[in-house]
């Protein structure tokens, strides 16, 4: 997949179908979508591009209103939703700076600027509730209107729904503000991740009572940047992390570990987002070459699973300590019903796929 900075680029394809919108999260609305474009696109024999904006349109007229409190928490970085894109089979993402010439673009001034002469677009492809331009003036009816005086052609995609609920990205955040990761995976598809580099923390971690017997390091913790001030979700989690190994942040070993999103209240409450991973335990081949202290600048995707507790200020080191000592027993708690509930379910499955089989081979003779 290739990604632009704006469409003044001549490696963008000359035509295109094309989607727009924001796409926090790439939830399962998103995937149909992207779905029903990759279609059409084959059945025209044109490239797919998703038209997509940075920062968040309600980022920047937060700011400009200097109320804060209007911009929305932000499921995704930039890299998550670069990724998801091309896990969905998107051939080119443009991410345009949403600014103020951007934002006070009159409808058709986008339409003529952006879609055809910028992105050359064939097949517009929208949601039902899309709006665009100035002051949110364009429509799914005004971008009919030009598609068919300036030759493109215009789908619109009604709401998706999972279990009687409008899948949207709204609904993602709420489910993770409330600490409802089950809802909010159902919603993406997938179990809520974050990805990112591990960088330098304030290495409080080694000061800290060990969190296993044997171990000198303490709670040595795994930092990724949350590029965002206001993440969809925080507090204390139960976690999977990918990509420690080297093996890619989709395959390879997969560790257990208790985490934290949010600002750290006790040691520094600064306003700065960070993820900090501490690993339950490190499997003796993976230890034997690389510790935590090794991990530095390695990409990693962090899996949150169960929320734990919301983010709280302590009076001092050693009732952290002992919260996070709450923690871990709490985390390895949830893994270990997770187990055994996936060793229950193990044989059921063998049955089911044994039956699935005989029945295959009866209709196979049948039809014979």
Not at 44 to 70: M, N, Q, S, Y
Not at 335 to 352: C, E, K, L, W
Request: with cysteine; aromatic share 6%; charged share 25%.
């Amino acid at each position: 997949m290739q990604v632009f900075r704006g469409f003044h680029h001549p490696g963008i394809a000359a035509q295109c179908a094309l989607t727009i919108g924001n796409f926090d999260g790439v939830h399962r609305g998103h995937q149909a979508m992207l779905a029903l474009l990759l279609s059409e696109a084959r059945h025209r024999g044109l490239p797919t591009c998703v038209l997509t904006f940075e920062p968040h349109p309600r980022d920047f007229f937060a700011r400009k209103l200097g109320k804060p409190e209007l911009a929305p928490a932000r499921i995704a970085t930039l890299r998550d939703k670069l990724q998801e894109l091309e896990r969905c089979g998107v051939d080119q993402v443009v991410v345009l700076r949403f600014d103020e010439a951007l934002a006070s673009l009159p409808a058709q001034d986008f339409i003529q600027q952006v879609l055809v002469d910028g992105l050359g677009a064939k097949y517009v492809l929208v949601g039902d509730d899309f709006r665009f331009g100035a002051k949110r003036q364009g429509d799914y009816a005004t971008l009919d209107a030009a598609g068919q005086r300036l030759g493109f052609d215009v789908a619109r995609m009604m709401s998706y729904e999972v279990h009687g609920l409008r899948v949207s990205s709204s609904a993602v955040r709420e489910a993770l503000a409330a600490g409802d990761m089950d809802g909010a995976a159902r919603l993406l598809g997938r179990p809520y991740a974050i990805s990112g580099h591990v960088i330098h923390g304030q290495k409080l971690g080694r000061q800290l009572a060990e969190s296993a017997p044997g171990r000198g390091d303490g709670f040595r913790t795994l930092n990724l940047k949350f590029d965002h001030d206001k993440p969809a979700a925080h507090g204390i989690f139960a976690v999977r992390v990918h990509g420690l190994d080297g093996e890619g942040v989709d395959g390879g070993l997969v560790l257990e570990g208790v985490a934290s999103l949010g600002v750290r209240p006790t040691v520094e409450d600064a306003g700065r987002v960070l993820l900090e991973v501490h690993a339950l335990d490190w499997p003796a081949p993976l230890a034997a070459r690389l510790g935590p202290a090794e991990a530095y600048g390695k990409l990693l995707r962090v899996e949150l699973l169960q929320k734990l507790r919301d983010e709280a200020r302590f009076d001092g080191l050693d009732s952290l300590t002992a919260a996070i000592r709450e923690d871990v027993r709490q985390a390895r708690a949830y893994f270990a019903r997770q187990a055994t509930a996936q060793a229950a379910a193990a044989p059921h499955a063998a049955s089911h796929a044994a039956s699935h089989a005989a029945i295959r081979r009866q209709t196979t003779r049948d039809r014979i």
